[in-house]
């Protein structure tokens, strides 16, 4: 498994932004497709944002045009750039990587509050 540490949640008003970090280790990190889930109380956990090894993004129809996944393989981090967000969007935000070429996620970070006030 890879390990994950995830970072900049927190409290921000309604039509503000954050950006969340998560930081990789244990596996080749650029072989790896990256994630970003969500789970707000009393909800199933969501996928919000995908991106593979090579770059390629894929979005939750809610977030689309708000969000934002990047990677930077040089130093194995991904990134979430979250704009316009709404109080539905508050949850606890979870980095994930998948095995080695493969879009099956096996490794979850500690997740990351993030709450939206209106």
């Known amino acids: 498994q890879v390990q994950l540490v995830e970072s900049g949640g927190g409290l921000v008003q309604a039509g503000g932004s954050l950006r969340l970090s998560c930081a990789a280790s244990?596996?080749?990190?650029?072989?790896?497709?990256m994630g970003w889930y969500r789970q707000a109380p009393g909800k199933q956990r969501e996928v919000v944002a995908t991106i593979t090894g090579g770059g390629r993004t894929n979005y939750a129809d809610s977030v689309k045009g708000r969000f934002t996944i990047a990677r930077d393989n040089d130093k194995n981090t991904t990134y979430l750039q979250m704009n316009s967000l709404k109080p539905e969007d508050a949850a606890v935000y979870y980095c994930?990587?998948?095995?080695?070429?493969?879009?099956?996620?096996?490794?979850w970070g500690q997740g990351n509050q993030v709450t939206v006030s209106s």
């Open positions: 994930a990587a998948s095995r080695v070429s493969s879009m099956t996620f096996d490794s």
């Open positions: 244990g596996r080749t990190f650029s072989m790896c497709a």
